[in-house]
């Protein structure tokens, strides 16, 4: 009788360590980078984000707290300390949400505007330049990962596979 590891193997596909921490590395540079400007530019990373966030969500949904929580992928409450430190700042202001009078709606100053627009062209330029290696070792992967996949099996009329 097979042990579990052995099934295991036979049931998911191959894992490609290499092609996966290529990625997570041209990944990391990348965020690295992007961090370090930040904090150049006078504001910690996280806040860059909020920023970023903020002015990408114009159009499509409001910025609120719980938008930001969710688009930055942490707690309520560190948003609101994120958020309380730029307004301290002058880079954000907080407004009532007309629509749900217990949210609250965060908007970009000039202050943070100009942070902001410095910050994402750099960015920018940083893509046009490291960009290609990323969407290269992403490319390798997503082929590697979809090539190791075996076909499901559907039934057809008549029942047979």
Same mark, same amino acid.
């Given at each position: =009788? $097979?042990?579990?590891?052995?099934?295991?193997?036979?049931?998911?596909?191959? %894992?490609? /360590?290499?092609?996966?921490?290529?990625?997570? /590395?041209?990944?990391?540079?990348? @965020?690295?980078?992007?961090?370090?400007?930040?904090?150049?530019?006078? *504001?910690? $990373? !996280? !806040? /860059?984000? *909020?920023?970023?966030q903020?002015k990408?969500?114009?159009?499509r949904? @409001? $910025?609120?707290?719980? *938008?930001?929580?969710?688009?930055? !992928?942490? !707690?309520?409450?560190g948003? %609101?300390?994120? %958020?309380?430190?730029?307004?301290?700042?002058? =880079?954000?202001?907080?407004?009532?949400?007309?629509?749900?009078? #217990?949210?609250? *709606?965060?908007?970009?100053? +000039?202050?943070?505007?100009?942070?902001?627009?410095?910050?994402?062209?750099?960015?920018?330029?940083?893509?046009?330049?490291?960009?290609?290696?990323? %969407?290269s070792? @992403?490319?390798?992967?997503?082929?590697?990962? =979809?090539?190791?996949?075996? +076909?499901?099996?559907?039934? #057809?009329?008549?029942g047979? +596979?």
């Amino acid at each position: =009788m $097979p042990d579990a590891a052995t099934t295991d193997r036979h049931r998911s596909p191959a %894992v490609d /360590y290499h092609t996966l921490a290529d990625f997570r /590395y041209r990944l990391r540079r990348f @965020l690295r980078a992007r961090e370090l400007a930040a904090r150049t530019a006078g *504001v910690a $990373p !996280q !806040q /860059y984000l *909020v920023l970023l966030q903020i002015k990408g969500s114009y159009g499509r949904e @409001l $910025p609120t707290i719980g *938008v930001l929580a969710e688009r930055l !992928q942490t !707690q309520h409450h560190g948003v %609101v300390q994120l %958020v309380d430190r730029l307004v301290e700042r002058g =880079m954000v202001a907080r407004r009532p949400d007309a629509r749900d009078r #217990r949210g609250v *709606v965060v908007e970009l100053r +000039p202050a943070g505007e100009a942070v902001l627009r410095r910050l994402a062209r750099y960015s920018i330029a940083e893509l046009r330049t490291e960009g290609p290696a990323l %969407v290269s070792s @992403l490319t390798r992967l997503v082929r590697k990962s =979809m090539d190791a996949r075996t +076909p499901l099996r559907t039934k #057809r009329k008549g029942g047979l +596979p």
